[in-house]
């Protein structure tokens, strides 16, 4: 079955500091990736689409400029928590969508847990 | 814009108990939903997805209704298990992206 990966699994970094965490998609080409945001005990929640080859799309009251999103292969999407505070603390999940196949068919990384001292 | 809510927030049952977790969205213009499974820190787990055309889908124990006209979808477990123990997760995928319940945490006790 198609995979999605995240790395890392786990990151703590102090304030102010930049974090990068990766999705690959491991067996599966996705033009469209997705990232998501989870508080404890809540619900997954939309920040933004990523396409290859193209500037993101940020849900509203996401911060582009806090969020950074690169996905430069067809296989490989970056988000990059800038200048994070502890109110970025969250669970990161990013899904992707395979390019073959049905579109309405997304798979779904293991997530990261970002805390922010 | 879609919203997803699930009923009840939190359930506790004794195990063998049969069990029905529901999910109501607001815009029945979706192209499927999607019941997930997420353990304490851990990612998603896709359970079962039902298509737009689709009334149902069975999985093991597991048995998922659609029923867009009402703005529904239930999710029945058979014979809970205390290994059924998560928080389960409906989920809307409408023009491109999902919108997500807000979750039934489910404790199944031996």
């Known amino acids: 079955g198609a995979v999605v990966s995240q790395h890392p699994s786990r990151v703590i970094c102090k304030s102010g500091t930049s974090v990068k965490i990766e999705c690959r998609s491991l067996d599966f080409q996705a033009t469209t990736m997705f990232w998501y945001r989870q508080f404890p005990k809540q619900s997954l929640m939309l920040m933004a689409t990523?396409?290859?080859?193209?500037?993101?799309?940020?849900e509203q009251g996401v911060e582009k400029d806090k969020f950074l999103i690169n996905h430069a292969s067809l296989t490989l999407s970056t988000l990059t928590v800038t200048s994070a505070h502890p109110e970025d603390s969250s669970f990161y999940i990013c899904?992707?969508?395979?390019?073959?196949?049905?579109?309405?068919?997304?798979?779904f990384g293991p997530g990261t847990r970002l805390t922010v001292l | 814009k879609q919203e997803v809510t699930q009923i009840p927030a939190a359930l506790s049952v004794p195990e063998g108990e049969n069990l029905v977790l529901n999910c109501s969205f607001t815009?029945?213009?979706?192209?499927?939903l999607q019941w997930f499974r997420q353990d304490p820190g851990k990612g998603l787990t896709s359970l079962l997805l039902?298509?737009?055309?689709?009334r149902e889908q069975t999985s093991g124990r597991l048995n998922a209704s659609l029923d867009k006209s009402s703005g529904r979808s239930t999710l029945y477990i058979a014979a809970s298990q205390p290994g059924d123990s998560a928080t389960y997760l409906c989920?809307?995928?409408?023009?491109?992206?999902?919108?997500f319940g807000t979750g039934t945490r489910l404790k199944v006790l031996a």
């Open positions: 990523s396409n290859e080859g193209s500037k993101a799309t940020y």
């Open positions: 899904s992707a969508r395979p390019d073959r196949g049905r579109s309405d068919t997304q798979y």
């Open positions: 039902i298509q737009s055309s689709q």
């Open positions: 989920a809307s995928l409408g023009t491109y992206k999902y919108i």
């Open positions: 815009d029945s213009a979706i192209y499927n």
